[in-house]
């Protein structure tokens, strides 16, 4: 028997003891999506890092898993359950972009223009609005100091905190907890040496993601985020949201729908007058494939 029949008979007998998934993006916000309504699954700590390693493993900045929804309460009509795992193989509330994904590929599998998607940041409303263009509300933003949550009372639309040229953040809750630094450049600021310290942070119990955002003009902004247990990715749904709200917030800007131009590209805002947000902005199919066993 030859190298090369041998190789693909290995190959063939491997492929069908792994775990199905879908590797997708949004804005080069790169995520591992498994479907676990009929086969339920979760990662553990270091098979979540191992699978999000871009040597070791697929490479993700999330791992996503679709569940059977509660339906209960407001979740009753709620297509499926999203639960989603960061880098570091911490759970974490919510994440705009991997929500688009997920409501792209349910609304391809329903047939269907608009679902509704159950996660621990509340029940999200998902609509198509063009190919491989999907938009989602994002829920109500909090800046109460309870709901970020800080450890102490304090303003947040001007939170006394100060790291190097960071200054002055506005802190936010969307589901997760986010501060938002207004610069002159976002390319002058080392933000991968600066938000590991500000996340550690005792002002933050439960860490907070990272944003610093330049105004380009009334309806435009420039953003970069260090997310927790991430690090620095192309691309934050809920930090886009965020960013325009405190901008709202600090009266930055009148405007109620913003572009904001991410390192993966745009995504589009609008903060509706409840103080709830709709993010709107593409998809991309990757590859699928097979996880492998952890072990």
């Not at 391809?108 to 998607?117: F, G, K, P, V």
């Not at 002055?168 to 080392?190: Q, R, T």
Request: contains cysteine.
């Amino acid at each position: 028997m030859s190298i090369e029949r041998s190789s693909r008979g290995e190959w063939g007998e491997m492929l069908p003891f792994g775990r199905p998934f879908l590797k997708m993006h949004g804005l080069r916000n790169h995520f591992i999506i498994v479907d676990g309504r009929d086969e339920p699954w979760q990662p553990g700590t270091e098979e979540a890092v191992r699978l999000c390693d871009q040597q070791a493993g697929v490479g993700a900045d999330q791992i996503v898993v679709v569940e059977k929804p509660s339906a209960t309460g407001k979740a009753r009509d709620a297509l499926a359950f999203v639960r989603f795992w960061n880098v570091d193989g911490r759970e974490v509330e919510a994440c705009g972009n991997a929500t688009r994904c997920v409501a792209w590929l349910l609304l391809e599998e329903q047939a269907a223009d608009h679902l509704s998607l159950e996660t621990r940041a509340g029940v999200l409303q998902c609509r198509r609005i063009g190919p491989q263009q999907v938009s989602t509300g994002m829920g109500r933003i909090s800046m109460d100091w309870r709901d970020i949550p800080l450890s102490a009372e304090r303003d947040t639309c001007h939170l006394d905190l100060q790291y190097g040229p960071l200054q002055d953040p506005v802190a936010l809750n969307i589901g997760n907890p986010h501060l938002v630094f207004f610069v002159d450049s976002v390319d002058n600021v080392d933000l991968e040496t600066l938000a590991p310290r500000i996340q550690n942070d005792p002002l933050f119990p439960q860490s907070v993601n990272v944003g610093i955002a330049e105004m380009l003009s009334d309806a435009r902004m420039r953003l970069k985020v260090y997310e927790r247990g991430a690090g620095l990715t192309m691309a934050c749904g809920s930090g886009a949201c965020v960013a325009v709200f405190a901008a709202l917030a600090r009266g930055l800007t009148e405007c109620r729908r913003m572009t904001v131009t991410l390192p993966g590209g745009d995504l589009e805002i609008e903060i509706l007058a409840d103080g709830s947000a709709v993010m709107a902005g593409p998809v991309a199919f990757s590859f699928s494939g097979y996880l492998p066993w952890f072990g």
